[in-house]
């Protein structure tokens, strides 16, 4: 299985932004959907946003608005940029290539909002 990177997190105040990148090779990635998911402790994995190969796009309720997901397959690169950032935003983040065994969860970037 091919592990997708995720960078991009740290610690920001509420208000703030950050942009998450998820790079990961293989052409694969490049034409497969992507969803960034989130994972708050205690609390089950959700998805956030996502994007297909057409780059259409969607979102949960709790972020549009506010994040916005893109990708550039020059680079292999999927992107989560995150604006008004709230405490309720933190979490552990993880993309993941939806419908293929062929990748699997990364490590995730913790991103921390404080108030």
């Known amino acids: 299985q091919v592990q997708p990177v995720e960078s991009g997190g740290g610690l920001v105040q509420a208000g703030g932004s950050l942009r998450l990148s998820c790079t990961a090779s293989?052409?694969?990635?490049?034409?497969?959907?992507v969803g960034w998911y989130r994972q708050a402790p205690g609390k089950q994995r959700e998805l956030v946003a996502d994007i297909t190969r057409a780059r259409s796009t969607s979102y949960a309720d709790s972020v549009k608005g506010r994040f916005t997901i893109s990708r550039d397959n020059a680079k292999n690169a999927v992107y989560l940029q995150m604006n008004s950032l709230k405490p309720e935003d933190t979490a552990v983040y993880y993309c993941k290539v939806v419908g293929s065994s062929r990748y699997s969860w990364g490590q995730g970037t913790q991103v921390t909002v404080s108030s």
């Open positions: 293989g052409i694969m990635f490049n034409i497969s959907p």
